[in-house]
C-alpha cells in the first residue's frame, strides 16, 4: 500500500490517496474493469396511474388550478403542474381539453 502512495505522488506532485481509496479503487477494477463513475439512477419516474389520474382531474374540470389539483389528488404541485403541461402538448389531449372548456356554460 506504502508503494502505490509513493508512486502517486511521484508524477502527481500531490498528496497520496488514502488507503480507503486505493483499496475501493482496486476492488472496483477487479470487479468491474472500469474506474468510471456509474451512472446515477437521476429521479424518481411519474407512475402511469398518477399521470392518468391528473389527465382525469383536469378533463373532468380543465379550469381547476394546479394548486387546487393538487390538493385534491395529494400529490405535488410540480407534479401536477408538469403532467397538465403533457397532457397540453399531446395534441389528442389538447383537442379534449379544449372541447371540454369549449362545452362549459358560464353564469
Known amino acids: 500500500m506504502i508503494t502505490v502512495q ?5 508524477p502527481f506532485s500531490n498528496d497520496a490517496p488514502c488507503r480507503n481509496n486505493i483499496t475501493r479503487w482496486y476492488r472496483q477494477f477487479v470487479e468491474t474493469g472500469c474506474l468510471c463513475k ?3 439512477p437521476g429521479r424518481p419516474r411519474v407512475s402511469d396511474d398518477n399521470i ?10 380543465p379550469r381547476k388550478s394546479v394548486a387546487r389539483g393538487s390538493m385534491e389528488l395529494d400529490m405535488p ?13 399531446d395534441r389528442d389531449g389538447w383537442r379534449r381539453l379544449v372541447s371540454a372548456v369549449m362545452n362549459l356554460r358560464v353564469p
Open 6 to 10: 509513493r508512486e502517486f505522488c511521484a
Open 38 to 40: 456509474g451512472k446515477s
Open 52 to 61: 392518468g389520474r391528473v389527465n382525469e382531474a383536469f378533463l373532468r374540470s
Open 77 to 89: 404541485k410540480m407534479t401536477v403542474w408538469k403532467n397538465w403541461i403533457g397532457l397540453a402538448q
